[in-house]
């Protein structure tokens, strides 16, 4: 099973509105993950069996997706994103927390334990 992506309609939606990030509120049911990513960065590739391994322990807890920035300028231009990959850790009490590159799949879970739960 792996990470749904998202086009900027299905994360305004299902994450929050990018337009005005100073004032963002989220809109999802649980905590969520959202990967920044591009088709042609390396680090971005090695990150998805990661991500599709998380997605299942933390199934029913913690909702994972995936926006392709080459697809979805706006998202990029709207979180300042000038690294791939770029994720987004969105809490379920609103918050948001940016994380650049690349990390192992113990530091990332870890990181959800931490941030989202």
């Known amino acids: 099973m792996s990470v749904p992506h998202l086009t900027t309609a299905d994360y305004v939606q299902k994450v929050g509105d990018y337009k005005n990030v100073d004032k963002w509120s ?17 680090y971005c590739k090695n990150l998805n069996p990661i991500l599709d391994d998380l997605k299942k322990e933390f199934a029913g807890k913690v909702d994972f997706y995936k926006v392709d920035l080459d697809k979805e300028p706006k998202l990029e231009e709207a ?12 809490r379920a009490d609103g ?6 590159g690349t990390v192992s799949k113990l530091e990332l879970k870890n990181i959800i334990e931490k941030e989202l739960l």
């Open 79 to 90: 979180y300042n994103i000038r690294t791939v990959p770029t994720l987004l850790l969105c």
């Open 95 to 100: 918050s948001y927390k940016q994380m650049l």
């Open 26 to 42: 989220f809109k999802g049911e649980r905590p969520c993950l959202v990967d920044f990513y591009t088709t042609w960065c390396v």
